[in-house]
Structures are given as C-alpha cells and as structure tokens.
C-alpha cells in the first residue's frame, strides 16, 4: 500500500480507525472524512506520529447533508487528483425518526446516500488512479429487511433497527450497481459485513434502542476483528479482480435474494441519482 492514497469515512473511531491505522502502517496515506474536529484532529495525530513521513490529511463536513456531501467530494478530488482507495464507512442507527434539511430520512441519508454522493463525486480520482477500489461497510442487518420504493424515507411505521437494516440493504445494492456501471475501468467494488462489534456505534440512538445495543455489546467482536475484512478489501491482492461482492470474515459471503436483485439495485441508483440531483 505504500504510495497509496486511501480515503475513508468513520475512521476517527471504531472499526474505520483501526483500518486507518493498519492501512497506514502498511504505507498508505490516509485521507479522513470526519464531523467531528477533536476525534478527528486526535486521530490524524495519531496517524502521523506513528510514521513522520507520510502526510495525513483530514476534510471535515456533515454526511448527513447533500450539499456538505458534494462540497467534502469537491474539495477532496480537487485535493487528490488520484485516490487508490475510497473505504465508504460511516453510519448511524436512530431510536427516533428524524429528517434532515435535504427532506431525508437521516439513517437513509447517512448510511446510503453518503456512500453515493460521495462515491459519484470522487469518479474522476478513482478512475485516474485506476486499478482502484471501493469498499462499503454494509451488515447482516440487511437480512429481513426489504425496500418500499414508494415509502424510501421510512414514513410509515419508523423502527431504528428496521431502517437500519434497510440502509445496509441498500448499500449492498448500491455496490451491485457501482461494479456493474464501473465495469471494464478498472475501479472494483465490494462490501461487507463487520459482524457485530463493540465500539461507540448505536450508544446516541436514544431510548430503548441505545440500551439494547449496549446490553448487546457484552457479546460483541473487537474493533481489531471487526476491521480484518475492511483492510483485507482495500490492500489484498487476492480480490484485486472481484467485483460486486458481499465479505465476512475476508471470505465471499451471500447476501438474501433482495439484496441480489438487479433490478432494484438499479432502480435505487436512480432514485438515488434523483434525491442528490445528479445525472444517474
């Protein structure tokens, strides 16, 4: 990985600051996307005491927006005119319904539609820099979950854990479609599942929901184990050619018939296309 440019989304904790960590120390430098300035400023310390000569770099911004979203892609590609890696990562699962000021469901547009604005905006480095990659952290939640195309907000009958597990489903489709639009240039794309890890993820859900998660937890993997398939996507040369593919444990894992479905992974990207306001 040494020369390397790797740019990833919810890496100042969790399972997307260890991938950093083990990816910088195979001589990647990292690009971090974050929200919040002091974790975000503690890991790039990090980051960059562990090898002085590679220059880190951070961009701050709000995934949850679109405009913030397409100016964060502005400003990076504009940055890096080659990015090797993009390691989609950052996510969030809500006790309570609640809408951003794009009109978004904020589970949907944290979890997927950051993935495809930023992914569309980040085309030309990816492209330029090509063999490359994307990685999408989706999850198992997807499983039972199915996409209403007429209610894509979660309107009707919110549950945290239900749109949750749509937005992993939804990054599963996302990835289908991203290889098969990007096939023949180079640029792969895969995701997959952690499994279930103990970091901060869900403990600001609200109500229930955070106390379940945390309850949970006592069964859950470590951030080390929960970052193995993250890291093995972006580096190894054993999937360089695989495209389209959902991963556990840096092995190919098989998603449910929904999340299989070509047809509705089209039809989201085009949806998708329609909410940000980007040609499809």
Same mark, same amino acid.
């Given at each position: ?21 083990? %990816? @910088? ?15 975000? =400023? ?5 980051? +960059? ?7 880190? +770099? ?9 405009? =913030? ?5 502005? &400003? ?13 990562? @950052? ?12 009109? %978004?469901?904020?589970? #949907? ?43 894509? &907000? ?6 945290? $854990? ?18 098969? #639009? ?25 109500? %229930? ?24 996507? @972006?580096?190894?040369? =054993?999937?360089?050619?695989? +495209?389209?593919? $959902?991963?556990? &444990? ?15 992974? &089209? ?14």
């Amino acid at each position: 990985m040494r020369g390397k440019v790797v740019v990833i989304t919810g890496a100042t904790s969790g399972i997307g600051e260890v991938a950093a960590r083990r %990816l @910088a120390g195979m001589g990647a430098r990292i690009v971090l996307v974050a929200r919040d300035k002091a974790r975000g =400023e503690a890991t790039l310390r990090r980051l +960059s005491a562990a090898d002085t000569s590679i220059s880190h +770099s951070i961009h701050y911004g709000d995934l949850s927006r679109i405009s =913030e979203m397409k100016r964060l892609a502005a &400003q990076i590609a504009a940055a890096e005119p080659r990015i090797d890696v993009l390691i989609n990562n @950052a996510g969030a699962m809500f006790g309570s319904r609640h809408v951003t000021e794009d009109n %978004l469901e904020l589970t #949907f547009a944290v979890n997927h539609m950051a993935y495809f604005v930023l992914t569309q905006g980040l085309r030309e480095p990816l492209l330029a820099a090509a063999p490359a990659r994307v990685v999408n952290t989706a999850s198992d939640a997807h499983r039972g979950a199915k996409l209403d195309f007429d209610d894509l &907000q979660s309107a009707n009958g919110y549950s945290g $854990y239900k749109a949750y597990g749509r937005s992993k489903l939804c990054n599963i489709l996302f990835t289908r479609e991203l290889s098969r #639009f990007w096939s023949g240039k180079e640029v792969t794309a895969n995701c997959l599942h952690p499994g279930f890890v103990a970091t901060r993820f869900g403990d600001s859900s609200g109500g %229930l929901l955070s106390r379940v998660v945390r309850m949970a937890k006592i069964f859950a993997i470590s951030p080390e184990n929960g970052a193995r398939t993250i890291v093995y996507l @972006a580096s190894s040369p =054993e999937v360089a050619g695989i +495209s389209g593919r $959902y991963f556990h &444990q840096c092995r190919p894992a098989t998603p449910t018939t929904g999340a299989r479905d070509d047809a509705a992974a &089209q039809r989201l990207w085009i949806e998708s296309a329609k909410l940000a306001g980007i040609a499809a």
